[in-house]
């Protein structure tokens, strides 16, 4: 999940799609293969009661009894298929629910200034109300599945001992307690059928929504390997859906140019003119329509095991980093947070701190560089 949300492309990645099969759908799956192992042994042991009651009862009052078992499974099937659909439902008004809350909680401050709390809170709860219907179909197919189960070794029990006293003429209460006896351990593994159905369901859904999710768009190889970063005839845009033709799209035509290595450059333009399409295309985050677009090779994966910098192999060769203009604050100590996973080197961290202009604000704090800068930086002030 985490190397597909890598591969998403950027503009495709603003929904919270990916968050419910990360939080909700693998610990669907999880659980369920936990307990999978209940099928094969709940299935042992009814086919040793089923062979037990043929020598105790006979053939004709267990068929009898499997008769009465044959009419309640069309019932089964249905709700089965019935659940099925209202976990679907609910799943994907769970998915829209938290798209909504999150569009709101991003953009709260322009709710505030535009005073339309009410508005969006209605919206909410009128999704919510849809969760909730959706989570009552989805208990009342539930219950009517795992009542139907939980009814089947009573009616089995009854209509056996019937049709052998029909038979025979007599019931002893040997035959009687000991088929009792059998039929209640049976109470177990065709309780455990019920439950064991609804979690392969609701597996079965969660694996859909995990593969679909896998099989999203992923982002292309558009980066031609060079010694310098360059634009070559490149048409550069950013990702959309399928549906989208070109003509509706922002497209930066025919870019050619190139950054000097171990330079300055500054791209300066209006808002909207495309700065920020420029920089992505460098990442390889936007599609290259045509022509070429060319930066060095990326470090492996050994090259970037943190654990081997050191202070004469701190900087990978032609390595890039981008910072984008909103910073990014882990919940951690401020030195935490300019080392990020790195190890400490004492001139390497003095001169950082120094470059950052954070030294007067260090000896302002409390505890240094030990500050603990909390949620989203809550601790920092925005220049910090």
């Not at 998403?8 to 419910?20: A, G, Q, R, V």
């Not at 981008?322 to 910073?327: A, K, L, S, T």
């Not at 950052?356 to 603990?372: H, P, S, V």
Request: with cysteine.
């Amino acid at each position: 999940m985490y190397c597909q949300k890598c591969r998403t492309p950027l503009k495709l990645d603003s929904s919270l799609d990916e968050l419910n099969p990360a939080a909700y759908d693998l610990l669907v799956v999880a659980d369920f293969a936990a307990f999978q192992f209940f099928f094969p042994a709940s299935a042992t042991k009814l086919a040793f009661a089923i062979w037990f009651l043929v020598s105790l009862l006979g053939w004709i009052p267990l068929l009898s009894g499997l008769a009465t078992w044959a009419v309640i499974l069309p019932f089964n099937i249905y709700y089965t298929k019935v659940y099925s659909n209202a976990q679907d439902r609910l799943m994907k008004i769970r998915d829209q629910k938290l798209t909504l809350v999150n569009e709101s909680l991003q953009g709260m401050r322009q709710i505030k200034f535009s005073a339309l709390e009410r508005q969006w809170e209605g919206r909410i709860l009128a999704m919510r109300e849809r969760e909730l219907g959706a989570i009552w179909d989805v208990f009342r197919s539930d219950s009517m599945l795992f009542g139907s189960w939980v009814a089947i070794p009573v009616l089995l029990a009854a209509t056996s001992l019937a049709v052998y006293a029909w038979i025979n003429e007599t019931l002893t209460p040997s035959v009687a307690f000991v088929s009792i006896g059998v039929f209640k351990s049976l109470e177990l593994a065709l309780s455990l059928i019920p439950e064991l159905t609804t979690d392969l369901v609701d597996a079965k859904v969660s694996i859909f929504r995990i593969e679909a999710y896998l099989n999203g768009p992923e982002i292309t190889q558009t980066i031609t390997e060079g010694h310098d970063i360059a634009f070559e005839n490149a048409d550069i845009a950013w990702p959309v859906d399928e549906e989208t033709d070109d003509a509706d799209r922002f497209i930066l035509r025919d870019v050619n140019l190139s950054f000097p290595a171990g330079e300055l450059s500054v791209i300066s333009g209006k808002t909207g003119s495309g700065k920020s399409l420029l920089l992505a295309a460098i990442l390889g985050e936007t599609d290259l329509l045509s022509g070429k677009i060319y930066a060095p090779k990326a470090p492996t994966r050994i090259e970037r095991n943190d654990s081997q910098a050191n202070a004469g192999n701190w900087l990978l060769p032609h390595s890039i980093a981008y910072v984008g203009q909103i910073p990014w604050i882990e919940n951690a100590s401020l030195k935490d947070n300019v080392l990020f996973g790195l190890p400490y080197d004492e001139k390497r961290y003095k001169d950082t701190v120094f470059a950052c202009a954070l030294t007067k604000d260090l000896d302002m704090f409390t505890d240094g560089d030990k500050t603990e800068l909390g949620t989203n930086g809550i601790n920092l002030s925005g220049g910090q």
